[in-house]
């Protein structure tokens, strides 16, 4: 209904406490965090599939470290791209190896650039190289290269907060 909060309920609440704060590197991460949340993997599973199948859960996805794995250089790029051309060109831009994100976004009066791509690389460099191959295969050279300087942050979101008299949620 509208304008009311969806209440979690405590299985909930501690399947969502323990995804928190990223799957286990282990080989058997599902079964962990239903250990974590005390509950068998099977619910585990079977709460997951529920919250995709009614929207609550997007998806769940790793986060990369790119510096870690040796893909120290890094940029968004901005590219002008005609209204009509945008799935083209998008799909096109998607397909690189180097490209983690591809997305598109409104124009304004001042910014007239409206597909994004996160391009990665070993090194600036090899970014650009990157960068130049793209626009030859899309056939779109206004483009504008915005270099990683540094990453500020890169940790999940918490939702549940552990108080001394049980938790709330964000």
Request: with cysteine.
């Amino acid at each position: 209904m509208a304008g009311m909060k969806y209440q979690l309920s405590d299985l909930e609440r501690r399947i969502l406490a323990a995804l928190q704060g990223g799957f286990p590197r282990s080989r058997t991460p599902y079964k962990d965090v239903a250990e974590q949340a005390g509950i068998a993997t099977e619910q585990l599973l079977a709460v997951l599939k529920d919250w995709k199948r009614d929207g609550k859960l997007r998806r769940i996805g790793a986060i990369v470290h790119h510096s870690r794995v040796g893909l120290s250089g890094g940029a968004m790029v901005a590219w002008q791209v005609e209204d009509k051309h945008v799935e083209r060109v998008g799909t096109t831009l998607a397909g690189f190896k180097e490209v983690s994100h591809a997305y598109e976004r409104r124009t304004t009066e001042n910014w007239s650039y409206n597909v994004y791509t996160m391009v990665h690389g070993a090194d600036a460099e090899a970014v650009e190289q990157t960068v130049g191959r793209m626009s030859e295969a899309c056939g779109v050279s206004d483009y504008r290269i915005l270099a990683t300087k540094k990453e500020l942050k890169k940790v999940p979101p918490t939702y549940i907060i552990e108080k001394e008299k049980g938790s709330r949620v964000r």
